[in-house]
């Protein structure tokens, strides 16, 4: 099983979005994907129509549930969904040996997966360095604005330093989000990320698309929600990349 984290320590830039669409997406390419919601606010588990409540990734990581009472299927994904009760952990957790590496042994023995999907919470916090610690690579959401680029050179630092605890773990790709062709912004900080990163970006952006925007409040993936639409075709276009380069 590959575990791929979505990471930006920045809100709102379309991890939960891409970590979605990209989970459904995979499972369309003929993956068993589990995806793993690590955020208390719970928007992965909302956008696959889940109330963030009941038997959760927080009674995982307590050892009070197992993955078979946890796991939901949702549109083919199994899914880990979050509650409220994770916002505590950083402080629930501060004395407990081994704290970094609770999901990723929570997860580990997860059966019949080809890979599996984290949605993490805009900070750097406990479930985030989890995320890294469980990851074999991560997927980096940008939106195309001013400052992007700043981020982006803190979060590879952020990745660097992650190596301690993960010696494997590598950056498998960033991807533009909610991208604009007409706006003049957009076209020039993907290009300074692209020369900046050639390797790592992906050729898929993902378009800002109202379909997208309004998914997650009928609790689905785009590829249920508007199958037709260019946010579907971008996201199988993105799970098309995210599938060559992670499992090849
Ligand atoms: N391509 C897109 N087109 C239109 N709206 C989008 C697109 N991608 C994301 N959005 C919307 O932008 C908002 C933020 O996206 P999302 O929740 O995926 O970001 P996030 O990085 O997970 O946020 P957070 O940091 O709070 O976890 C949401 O309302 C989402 O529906
Ligand atoms: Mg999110």
Do not use: W
């Not at 750097?124 to 940008?142: E, F, H, K, Q, R």
């Not at 195309?144 to 630092?157: K, N, P, S």
């Amino acid at each position: 099983m590959r575990t791929i984290a979505f990471l930006n320590q920045k809100g709102g830039v379309g991890k939960t979005t891409v970590a979605v669409n990209v989970a459904v997406g995979l499972t369309r390419l003929g993956r068993r994907v589990v995806a793993a919601d690590l955020d208390p606010q719970g928007h992965m588990t909302r956008s696959f129509g889940v109330e963030p409540e009941g038997a959760t990734l927080y009674e995982l990581m307590k050892g009070q549930r197992t993955l078979a009472e946890t796991l939901l299927e949702v549109e083919g994904v199994r899914l880990a969904p979050a509650s409220m009760e994770l916002s505590g952990v950083d402080t629930e957790f501060a004395a407990q040996p081994g704290k970094e590496r609770l999901v990723a042994n929570a997860l580990a023995a997860v059966p019949d997966a080809d890979a599996c999907i984290l949605d993490c919470p805009p900070n750097l916090g406990l479930l985030t360095v989890n995320a890294l610690a469980a990851a074999d690579s991560i997927v980096i959401p940008v939106q195309a604005e001013y400052l992007a680029l700043a981020g982006l050179g803190a979060l590879m630092d952020t990745v660097e330093a992650a190596r301690s605890i993960n010696a494997g773990l590598s950056v498998l790709g960033i991807v533009l989000t909610r991208y604009n062709h007409r706006k003049r912004l957009c076209r020039e900080v993907a290009g300074a990320i692209r020369s900046h990163f050639p390797e790592l970006i992906f050729e898929t952006r993902i378009r800002e698309s109202v379909a997208l925007a309004e998914a997650p409040g009928f609790g689905q993936s785009i590829f249920a929600y508007s199958p037709r639409s260019a946010g579907a075709l971008d996201f199988l276009g993105l799970s098309r990349e995210v599938d060559a380069r992670g499992f090849a």
